[in-house]
């Protein structure tokens, strides 16, 4: 699909508020960034158009790891394991609980530490309405503001080992090397700046450990899932914004 260009985008418009962004996110907001995050959101509505129950959704760096494949069939086979999202890459070890098994070896888990990117998932129509519902206006970069199972609602998986390997490649968002210091200390906000900023992530973080403690608690003894979303009908966005998230009719030779 082809992915919505940042620096083609006239801010300020309607969904987006660079204000809220530079105070939650400690600097300023970047083309690349609101163009990430508007491909994800016209991803789930291309999903959303079509009569597929579950959509893999990868970035353009995503590499599918030996035995990835089967891991994702598995997944699909017992609907996500009764999650809403599962990831499928993970950039760091982190803490979590092992709540399921799939028949090759991979292992179904919550996690209580975060864990970046958002690089691969695969989520149900129901979460990618969910996400469409609340994901504007956007106050974070994506990986920030898709990753919140209590802010959200939504019950998120992660399989390890990771099925979807990113690529060890210079990120498209990030400015050039020799650009990157000098702008990171141009826009980014000051010591008392970084207070907002601190909030907005403890608040994230203590959801976060409490949403993966009460999931590990439900499965692993109390032997419960959590229950599945049901599909809501699709939000109503700002001209400017369903311009730029339309469903778009995808080339399956691909």
């Excluded at 691969?120 to 969910?130: G, K, M, P, Q, W």
């Excluded at 990753?147 to 390890?160: A, E, K, M, N, Y």
Aim: with cysteine; hydrophobic share 45%; net charge positive.
């Amino acid at each position: 699909m082809p992915a919505v260009e940042g620096k083609n985008i006239g801010l300020p418009i309607p969904g987006i508020d660079p204000d809220v962004y530079r105070r939650n996110h400690g600097r300023t907001i970047r083309p690349g960034e609101v163009g990430c995050y508007l491909s994800h959101m016209k991803a789930m509505r291309t999903f959303l158009a079509s009569s597929h129950a579950f959509c893999v959704i990868l970035e353009d760096d995503a590499t599918i790891a030996k035995g990835g494949k089967a891991a994702i069939d598995e997944l699909v086979a017992c609907q996500l394991a009764g999650f809403d999202i599962v990831r499928l890459q993970l950039r760091r070890r982190g803490i979590g609980a092992t709540v399921a098994r799939l028949p090759s070896g991979h292992r179904v888990r919550v996690m209580a530490t975060r864990m970046t990117g958002s690089v691969a998932y695969i989520l149900t129509r129901a979460a990618a309405s969910r996400y469409l519902a609340r994901l504007l206006p956007i106050v974070v970069p994506y990986d920030h503001a898709f990753d919140r199972p209590v802010h959200l609602g939504l019950s998120i998986g992660f399989v390890d080992p990771a099925p979807v390997i990113p690529a060890k490649s210079i990120s498209t968002i990030e400015p050039p090397k020799p650009d990157r210091r000098r702008i990171a200390k141009a826009d980014k906000v000051g010591v008392l700046g970084k207070i907002p900023v601190l909030r907005w992530r403890s608040e994230t973080e203590l959801a976060r450990a409490f949403a993966a403690s009460s999931e590990a608690l439900r499965r692993n003894v109390l032997g419960r899932r959590t229950s599945v979303l049901a599909e809501a009908p699709l939000p109503t966005f700002a001209p400017e914004i369903e311009a730029i998230i339309a469903p778009v009719a995808l080339d399956r030779s691909a």
